[in-house]
């Protein structure tokens, strides 16, 4: 092996063993273009396989943006990978559609449609991870793009050696190598025609805006993606701040989640931006495409909307801004919502008859204390219903007093958060209620009540059906 092609893999090596990107039987699917760099990755990783204990695929996808030339690329493929013996999916997808429809660029559509084939495919095939092919150049082009378009932080640190389940092992590795090492292993590759079509941004900075940059610094694709490195470190400070405020926020259900108003809006806009995105990525699986621009229209709901508003985002995401939360869901939030409980009147002794069919019992007894769950069954001193008892859902404002906090007071809202009781679920919280406020939060928690030593009790009950005496 001459010395530029077995500097290539040796570096590929370290990179990979220093990062531990990928483990014994681990099953990893090779993004292939059939263009130099895909190719090289493939059969760096293909030999390194041998040590490594792994297996790797392909996946082509096709985009259809050259025509014949485009089927020509996938046809390659697909012979280079029998002839070697290694499995290749090749995925088609409508580019120009999403571009029109979806108000992309081509380039921009063509990178999301990409990454979706290549995560359906994996998630298909069992693989693990998808490894891809950029190299030092493409990280300085992204970052230069990204300048351009008015990133933040995040956009300027470049692309991340691993993200998620995008693995990136040739990212220190310079182009020119790369094509050295295709030539002098003698491995032919595909030349795409429209890297030299300057509609697209990125052939534009390549060819032009770098080689002028070049001039005033020769080593400016050195000099960026060092930029972007020591980015990153401050990026992941801010994240790994922003995941830790963003658990101690977040009440998540099957298929929705929310965050607090009061909270979050509290937040430094750099911070808030960031809880915002995680709860995104969240609801969506990373699966979404989501840009600053969608994440600004959610801070703009979250300090202006008025309540009640919903905002819609790529990938079916709706959020919605409640009195005390923002809603993030997948689906039509009235599908999710729980009716309100209209105000009712409960009898001492008696019964009230909540509209799913459940039931909450009243009655007075006397004699010692005796020990109840506060979930399902309550005991209070019978001078609380006096001034009567009513059964209804929280209201803006409610504060609540639990038992074992005698003289502190806490807002309602604050309780179900504590609890990590769903925002949807909450309004089909029943609430007794007593003429000094919240008396039980029904299958929680019960209130503080100063017990007089008369031995008259209020016993309630809360059951799903009514008892049958045979």
């Known amino acids: 092996m001459e010395k530029t092609a077995e500097s290539v893999v040796n570096k590929v090596k370290k990179t990979i063993d220093e990062h531990a990107y990928f483990k014994s039987g681990e099953r990893i699917l090779v993004a292939c273009s059939g263009g130099a760099d895909s190719i090289a990755l493939l059969e760096i990783l293909r030999t390194l396989s041998i040590r490594g204990g792994w297996q790797v695929g392909v996946c082509h996808v096709n985009h259809h943006l050259r025509g014949k030339e485009s089927d020509e690329d996938a046809l390659w493929v697909g012979n280079f990978c029998r002839l070697r013996g290694i499995t290749c999916s090749t995925e088609h997808v409508d ?4 571009a029109t429809e979806g108000g992309h660029s081509v380039e921009e559509a063509a990178r999301i449609l990409r990454y979706e084939a290549l995560r359906k495919v994996a998630d298909r095939d069992g693989y693990s991870c998808i490894a891809v092919a950029h190299n030092h150049q493409d990280n300085a082009e992204t970052i230069l793009l990204n300048l351009l378009r008015g990133s933040g932080i995040e956009g300027l640190t470049g692309m991340q050696g691993r993200q998620v389940d995008i693995v990136r092992p040739f990212l220190g590795v310079e182009r ?17 025609s429209s890297n030299k079509n300057k509609n697209y941004l990125r052939n534009r900075v390549r060819l032009e805006l770098l080689p002028q940059m070049e001039k005033f610094n020769p080593a400016v694709v050195d000099a960026l993606c060092r930029t972007g490195e020591l980015l990153e470190t401050d990026a992941d400070f801010l994240r790994s701040l922003a995941k830790e405020k963003y658990d101690n926020m977040i009440l998540q259900d099957r298929d929705s ?8 809006s509290a937040e430094h806009k750099a911070m808030c931006s960031r809880i915002i995105a995680l709860a995104i990525n969240h609801v969506l699986s990373n699966n979404g495409y989501i840009g600053s621009k969608h994440i600004a229209k959610v801070r703009e709901l979250l300090l202006a909307g008025r309540t009640g508003a919903v905002i819609d985002l790529p990938g079916d995401l709706k959020v919605k801004k409640t009195y005390d939360e923002l809603l993030f869901a997948t689906r039509p939030f009235d599908e999710i919502k729980v009716n309100p409980l209209e105000e009712l009147k409960l009898p001492v002794p008696g019964r009230a008859d909540l509209p799913d069919g459940r039931i909450l019992r009243a009655s007075l007894f006397r004699g010692g204390k005796p020990k109840v ?20 859902s929280r209201r803006p404002g409610d504060l609540f007093q639990p038992s074992g906090m005698q003289g502190s007071r806490q807002k309602l809202k ?19 209620c007593d003429r000094d406020g919240i008396l039980w939060i029904v299958g929680l928690r019960c209130a503080y009540r100063e017990a007089p030593d008369n031995g008259k009790w209020l016993y309630l009950e809360f059951l799903d059906q009514e008892y049958v005496h045979v």
């Open 176 to 192: 020119k190598n790369i094509e050295d090492f295709c030539d002098q292993q003698k491995i032919a590759y595909r030349k795409d």
């Open 95 to 98: 580019v120009q559609k999403l």
């Open 257 to 264: 989640l929310s965050l607090p108003l009061d909270a979050l």
């Open 373 to 392: 769950n506060g979930v399902t069954k309550a005991i209070f001193p019978a001078a609380v219903a006096d001034g009567g008892l009513t059964v209804r």
């Open 414 to 432: 604050e309780f179900f958060i504590d609890n990590k009781l769903p925002v949807e679920d909450r309004d089909g919280i029943p609430l007794v």
